[in-house]
């Protein structure tokens, strides 16, 4: 009985040892990572909307299989394109966050294909009190005055539109508020034309969407009217003469 038991205790503790191994092996086939691959990543802090130059990248190994889609492997394939988000020490420099340049200025990289660039004059109130900043969405509101019949018609003229720059900066880093005189939107051209002939016509407004709300609605129409105010009839008074005896 005991012989039988130390044979069978021993093929247990054979087989748990052949279970530990086979599952060791298995994790560790799991944890090896692919082959290395060079990848380039941001040398130092790199502004947005800036061109790319040889020193501001570097190349490093990484493990294949944990390197991001869209990863670029030398430094000559971003030389001299537009960066469209900032980028930090040693993070990885991907296609989608990068804008290939092919002249004029940085700004003409960032635009979306097949979309045009326009600034509308805006002030304190029109620019929403100077929150509206790079990268935000707006609502643009165009009104329309009738002088002949006394009334202003409002309307929701274009919606979820992309702000690019606001004056002369064009950064998504920028977070204070701040009075302008111009935002420049991006546009299709469809509606670059609706909205000149609307500033042409009469006023815009600009109103803030809140990031997370793309919903776009039919446009709906808003009247005003502005009442006339009653003309008041002043009655003639009556004169009446008196004859003074001298």
Known sequence: MNRRF?????????????????????????????????????AVEIPFGVKLEASQVKVIPWPGNLAPQGAYSSKEQVIGRITMNKFYPDEIITEKRISEHLGGSALSA??????????????????????ILPGNKVDILATKKDRAKNEANTRTLLQNINVLAVDQEASQEKEKPAIVKAV?????????????????????????RNPLDRSVEDAIVKVAEVQPKPVEKIRAKKRILKIIPW
């Open 6 to 42: 130390i044979i069978m205790l021993g093929i247990a503790l054979l087989l748990a040892f052949l279970a530990a191994w086979v599952a060791n092996r298995w994790i560790q086939g799991r944890a090896v990572p692919d082959k290395e691959m060079s990848v380039v990543v941001a």
């Open 110 to 131: 960032l635009i979306t294909k097949e979309y045009r660039a326009i600034s509308v004059r805006v002030d304190d109130v029109v620019g929403v009190a100077g929150f």
């Open 184 to 208: 420049t939107l991006e546009l299709m051209p469809e509606q670059a034309e609706i909205i000149v002939q609307a500033m042409q016509e009469g006023t815009i407004q600009l109103t803030l």
